[in-house]
């Protein structure tokens, strides 16, 4: 280090052209250091690997668009028997380029050597995924400080910079109640002050699917919006009345123009993903059977059958039973039905 300043001007800053911020997942992660906190077993692990899987397949996570790269997960809490369990729950096939890790050495201690190390054998991996910091800190209990908290998540910082990766730590929250979920974040304000941005994961109860994910950061814009756990994915939860039945409808009729449609609202939920549109299993599948009629009208049957463990949904297109009348049945080709809500534009996936 020299003992000068390396100074410039406000004219130079300005002459430089702006280079605009590569999300790895729209408007929630980009390249840098972020924190996701939430309390144990609230479901954080489950969301860590779903984002894994988008980055992977270049799929949406939570309904916004992904750049498509390889992963490296540090599954330290998780083995490889768990590993494969939960992926069986989220993808039917092994998605390449995720590269999967349960063991690591501490922060300081080799951590940022083999992280690189990783890096310069795959090159093209762009997310690291760290679960959890507890795991990799050499202080715990009461020599935990502003300055050890600010120190570790600055080493990390800088390995994320240094490598132009988006590096995601996975941490707890601390039991005592705060108006501000950000305050939650166990451990001093150290940590969040050094990452670029900081996600939060909070449950009313946990038996409870719902929950709330707030961020904020550097180069995103905070966001606070509910979501929705079921059959062990992660959704944007959408409120019922937001699914306006012509657009319903005319996402179903795509599908169903290749064939019939048997299987769970979450398989169903993960087919319509792909043509654009991004709706909670949970809350989908309440409103198709709640408006089986009205489907029925736009020629759409649906059949539901009940097993031990799940529901499964049967869905066919019969233009024949369509109503073609001039009734106000939510069908018309022209517009949305009237007195019924229009959704906000739906997020692109990436290409």
């Known amino acids: 280090m020299t003992n000068e300043l390396n100074t410039y001007t406000m004219q130079d800053l300005y002459n430089q ?5 590569e999300y790895l997942v729209e408007g929630l992660l980009a390249a840098g250091l972020y924190i996701l906190g939430g309390s144990p077993k609230v479901g954080k ?20 668009a992904t750049r498509k790269s390889e992963v490296l997960y540090l599954a330290l809490e998780d083995g490889p028997q768990r590993l494969h369990s939960r992926a069986l729950r989220l993808a039917d096939t092994a998605p390449s380029g995720l590269h999967l890790c ?5 922060i300081g201690q080799g951590l940022e050597r083999q992280i690189e ?13 760290l679960d959890t910091l507890q795991k990799v800190r050499c202080v715990g209990g009461s020599g935990m400080s502003y300055s050890s908290d600010y120190e570790d998540a600055g080493t990390l910082k800088a390995l ?46 946990r038996q409870d699917g719902a929950a709330t994910l707030y961020a904020t950061g550097r180069d995103i814009e905070d966001v606070e919006e509910e979501l929705e756990f079921a059959d062990c994915r992660w959704s944007r939860a959408v409120p019922p009345e937001q699914l306006q039945l012509t657009l319903v409808t005319k996402a179903l009729k795509e599908l169903l123009a290749a064939g019939e449609f048997r299987g769970t609202a979450t398989e169903l939920a993960t ?41 499964l949904l049967h869905l066919r297109y019969d233009a024949q039973t369509c109503d073609t009348g001039d009734g106000s049945d939510g069908c018309d080709r022209d517009g949305p039905a009237r007195g019924m809500l229009s959704l906000p534009s739906q997020p692109s996936l990436a290409s």
């Open 17 to 21: 052209p702006i280079e605009p911020v």
């Open 160 to 205: 994320a910079d240094r490598n132009g990766i988006c590096l995601l730590v996975v941490h707890h929250l601390r039991k005592m109640a705060d108006d501000d979920p950000f305050n939650r974040l166990s451990g001093t304000n150290g940590l969040a002050g050094a990452a670029d941005g900081t996600l939060i994961l909070m449950r009313g109860k």
């Open 102 to 106: 349960h063991r690591a050495a501490s």
């Open 117 to 129: 190390a990783q890096l310069a054998e795959h090159p093209h991996i762009r997310l690291v995924v």
């Open 271 to 311: 087919r319509l993903e792909t043509q654009g549109n991004y709706w909670s299993p949970a809350i989908l599948s309440k409103y198709l059977q709640s408006h089986d009629d009205a489907l029925a009208q736009c020629g759409i049957l649906l059949e539901t059958k009940r097993t031990s463990n799940k529901r």
């Open 45 to 64: 692990s489950w969301m860590a690997l779903q984002l894994c899987l988008a980055v992977c397949g270049g799929t949406a996570f939570l309904g916004r």
